[in-house]
């Protein structure tokens, strides 16, 4: 199996629990913070996002809270484990309140029981999130750079990695859902939020979620494990590994050109590899 020749961007080791997208995502929406104040933000079981919020929050002396999609489970998942041990305080609501996390009514309550209190959305999906998704590349990177992969999800690294290219470099955002979801009008509108709206440097790739979020088809499968082999780094089945599952077919198919020089961005996830129990053990116990 050809794999897909790109250089790559390891932002899974810009931090040893944090790394990843996340990282950046965090970085405005944690700043200007007053003192004593408390985070509050959003996700479930395997969450990258909060495992990321409660190293950096442990890091940075936060205290940090996270509802969590479902009822407390007898045993943790292990992102959760370590983001309590992280020092994350857990508040586990069921499925149908859980729902309600984007309502301004449901988030006021949590932010008056907490308050002083800063909400971070669920995957650090805001304007500070794409903001800091814009410091990812730098004009050295570039250099010889014709197109950005990545992996999406809510898409708020796609918008922070458009605004940052120039023409004629372009980015390929590849979701791992099925269905748009709204994403590209969320990407459009982040792009305008930045001063960027005029953009059409990118675009979604939408036909390698294989079954939907977090769901493994067994060729996903079987190409992350002989890519992690000969690659010799690792990827998540999530994110990182339909991306470049992804590349590997549009470089078979022509419809990437051989002469098209990709920088895929590594965005990190490897905590969540846990949840997959047919992967051999990842780098530093994060399986
Ligand atoms: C959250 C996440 C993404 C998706 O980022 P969006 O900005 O929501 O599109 C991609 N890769 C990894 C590893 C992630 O954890």
Avoid at 142 to 158: E, I, N, P, S
Avoid at 242 to 261: H, M, Q, V, W
Wanted: charged share 20%.
């Amino acid at each position: 199996m050809p794999l897909p020749d790109c250089r790559v961007l390891r932002l899974d080791l810009v931090h040893p629990l944090a790394g990843g997208n996340k990282w950046y995502k965090l970085r405005y929406n944690l700043q200007g913070l007053q003192p004593g104040e408390r985070i509050l933000s959003f996700g479930g079981a395997w969450s990258n996002h909060l495992h990321a919020l409660a190293a950096v929050g442990a890091e940075l002396g936060l205290e940090t809270h996270a509802v969590v999609r479902g009822e407390r489970p007898e045993t943790l998942s292990d992102t959760l484990q370590d983001a309590l041990d992280m020092g994350m305080v857990l508040h586990f609501v069921s499925r149908g309140e859980y729902r309600r996390r984007h309502d301004a009514d449901y988030q006021a309550g949590w932010q008056a029981r907490l308050a002083p209190c800063r909400l971070v959305p669920e995957g650090g999906a805001n304007l500070a999130g794409a903001r800091g998704c814009q410091e990812i590349l730098s004009p050295t990177l570039l250099a010889d750079t014709d197109l950005v992969a990545l992996a999406c999800g809510t898409g708020t690294t796609l918008a922070g990695i458009a605004a940052a290219l120039e023409a004629p470099r372009r980015a390929l955002g590849v979701s791992v859902l099925r269905g748009d979801g709204g994403m590209r009008e969320r990407v459009k509108h982040l792009l305008a939020q930045l001063g960027a709206g005029a953009r059409d440097n990118w675009r979604v790739e939408q036909r390698f979620h294989g079954g939907g979020y977090a769901r493994v088809a067994p060729e996903l499968r079987d190409f992350m494990l002989e890519f992690e082999q000969r690659q010799g780094f690792a990827l998540d089945p999530v994110y990182t590994g339909k991306l470049f599952y992804a590349l590997y077919r549009l470089r078979a198919s022509g419809e990437l050109a051989p002469g098209t020089r990709i920088l895929a961005l590594h965005s990190g996830g490897l905590q969540g590899r846990r949840g997959f129990d047919w992967l051999p053990e990842g780098p530093a116990g994060l399986r």
